[in-house]
């Protein structure tokens, strides 16, 4: 077990440091400029920085092709500015967590280098080799309509090499004990200079057996119990945060029975379910995912979150559901990537709706698990749909009116900020909302520390309680003898719903409004009937705190 669950109440902001703030005026974002955002990230309620890749990278795919695991990218600054800014993200009681791209190098790492070079390096085992093309070599791409093969030949080494993804990322062989006892060294390394953990990317291929002979991958568990295991030795209060997009009948076999491997998983199944109830106002897929991923040991914990930096996954999601999905929030082909997922930012998805927005943010923070906000989810940013792929969702962060939105000094950097419409920087930036007290940002700020101040959805047990409408859902908490309850209302118009509040009483509980003064008192058959606006939200404690102390055992 782990010393310290900071990361079961944490606040998660994930951020790339080149799009953030740039300092030095080359265009692109540095340490030292993100270091001059920290009292703002402290001041919205954040208490964890995800960073995405910092490491050296020829950028072919945003970082996440790695070509030294010990360094830092020379456009963001040195190590001595990393450790920099570890340090005053301490001294802000802010934790970071950075990227850890594993399962593949890229292919100008000197490892790939050696290992095609020469067929006696040691570095040859390091990655998945096969003489001549396995047959199924279109099978199991990655990014379907980009990516043709997982195979692809190399001239130099006169062999095949495997990639799950692009063909300049060659798969490392995480089956060697040598290259796992690599993976624990760079963990170390950076654990060193400060850092609480790590986001690891694409866990299950990283622990699936590799090669030209497997038909079947066969998940190697035990090396996330390894993993577990080191980072307990070397940092007590150290977490892997998985991205492990897995069917529910296996989640358990990542945390494992008692939670000795991973502490934490990003939940995609509920999270594409979400947004199939944004979608079409029905709950009933969504109580599903949250009955499907209740089981987990008490120290694991899941990470919720609406947008991250790829495309919305829906291949979890019925044909059906998928197709009401793309009809609702990305009807345009330029909108839809990899045949099963939407590029769009969250805002441009609702149409810029303040109310939709509401709703998808607050469900968010009342969801079974730790929330991970996306840089710029706090303003309504949008995207840029005429840059390719997922880069169009990772534009410069919009600071102010200024030229290139307060991001640069440069005239002309290599990623411009959005400008013009509807979520142009002139339009939608942080210095501007911080001085209009109704605005999204100071809305979130609000909710964010109301989370915070909620415990019970981070440690306690919760049910789905049953309503008197299907577009409506309903979840109750119960931890320490205290209880909160929640309510989200999917539909487009205004409703009265009736419902029990979850409570052993049989008059029922009175529930006091944690927002506004809009509390709630049961009916004489003990139901609450609450009126909600369109899109509209309510978060409750049971019983208040009078009833509360009332009902002291003490």
Known sequence: MLNDLWYKNAIIYCLSVGTFMDANGDGIGDFAGLMRRLDYLQGLGITAIWLMPIQPSPGRDNGYDVSDYYNVDPKYGTLGDFAEFTHACAERGLRVIIDLVVNHTSDQHPWFKEARSDPDSKYRDWYVWADKKPPDATHGVAFPGVQKSTWS???????????????????????????????????????????????????????????????????????????????????????ILAEANVLPDTDLEYFGEEGERLPMMFNFQLNQNTFYTLATGDTKPLKHALLATKPRPPSAQWGVFLRNHDELDLGRLTPEQRAAVFAAFGPEPGMQLYQRGIRRRLAPMLAG??????????????????????????????????????????????????????????????????????????????????????????????????????????????????????????????????????????????????????????????????????????????????????????????????????????
């Not at 963990?187 to 990317?201: P, Y």
């Open 153 to 239: 030949f190399d001239k130099r080494a006169r062999r095949w090499y495997f990639h799950r993804f692009y063909d300049f990322q060659p798969d490392l062989n995480t089956s060697n004990p040598h290259v796992q006892a690599e993976l624990l060294k760079i963990m170390g390394f950076w654990i060193q200079l400060g850092v609480s953990g790590f986001r690891m990317d694409a866990v299950p291929f990283v622990i699936a057996t590799k090669g030209p002979k497997v038909r079947e991958p066969v998940e190697q568990y035990e090396m996330l119990r390894s993993f577990r295991e080191f980072l307990q030795w070397r940092e007590g209060d150290a977490i």
């Open 353 to 554: 709706d303040r109310r939709h927005l509401e709703l998808a943010y607050s469900l968010m923070l009342s969801l079974p698990g730790t929330p991970v906000f996306r840089y710029g989810d706090e303003i309504g940013m949008g995207d840029d749909l005429r840059r390719p792929e997922r880069a169009c969702a990772r534009t410069p962060m919009q600071w102010s009116t200024e030229p290139q939105g307060g991001f640069t000094k440069h005239t002309r950097p290599p990623v411009s900020v959005i400008s013009g419409g509807p979520y142009g920087f002139e339009r939608v930036n942080v210095a501007t909302q911080r001085r209009d007290p109704n605005s999204l940002l100071n809305w979130m700020e609000r909710m964010i520390r109301m989370r915070k101040e909620v415990p019970e959805i981070s440690w306690g047990d919760f049910e789905v309680l049953r309503t008197s409408r299907s577009d409506v859902l309903a979840l109750c908490y119960h931890w320490r003898n205290n209880s909160v309850l929640f309510l989200h209302n999917f539909a487009a118009k205004a409703c009265t719903v009736k419902f029990r509040s979850g409570c052993n009483e049989p008059v029922g509980c009175p529930l006091i409004n944690l927002l506004s003064d809009d509390h709630s008192q049961p009916g004489d058959d003990g139901r609450h009937a609450v009126v909600l606006e369109p899109y509209g939200y309510r978060w409750y404690r049971v019983g208040g705190l009078d009833y509360l102390l009332t009902r002291s055992e003490i």
